[in-house]
């Protein structure tokens, strides 16, 4: 009996430890950094865009960036807004600001290459009007008309 009294202290003690132990990891939204507070505040900003107030939405994503500034996901949304709102530069920066946070992010780098493909759409365009004649020598015709295919391509699959 005495024996397994002995066994009881250690036992709970190594109980008690190991329960405090697992207190201490931290949960996956722990790790990843989505506190309750930070999913309240990214479900808030997803229901103002469907509400259509990007207002509100940026001033929730921009409050989430500097409350948790290792996240991609609230700069992603800053460059979509910025872009809605024809903002390019400010939507390459956003999208390039996600990329910092989490390299190889694939969101951000197709959006960070259409803002570019529209940019490049736009320069080649206003290039065309101030020099029409340099406009159509045949490594700009084929530019314009890649850019063209591209859009064709990226048109067909969002129907």
């Not at 009881?8 to 989505?34: E, H």
């Not at 900003?45 to 994503?61: F, G, V």
């Not at 600001?97 to 694939?106: D, N, T």
């Amino acid at each position: 009996m005495k024996s397994i009294q002995a066994l009881k202290i250690p036992f709970a003690c190594l109980f008690l430890g190991i329960s405090l132990a697992g207190c201490a990891i931290p949960s996956d939204n722990q790790r990843s950094g989505r506190t309750p507070a930070l999913i309240t505040q990214l479900d808030d900003a997803t229901e103002a865009i469907r509400n259509d107030q990007p207002d509100k939405a940026a001033r929730l994503y921009r409050s989430i960036a500097a409350d948790y500034p290792n996240l991609a996901v609230a700069h992603l949304h800053l460059g979509n807004l910025a872009y809605q709102d024809d903002r390019p530069e400010a939507a390459q920066q956003h999208f390039k600001s996600a990329l910092e946070r989490e390299p190889g992010h694939v969101l951000a780098t197709y959006n960070l290459a259409m803002v570019h493909l529209q940019t490049a759409r736009e320069l080649l365009a206003e290039h065309e009007q101030l020099a029409p004649v340099t406009a159509a020598r045949p490594a700009l015709v084929e530019i314009r008309q890649a850019l063209e295919g591209l859009n064709r391509s990226h048109a067909h699959r969002n129907h």
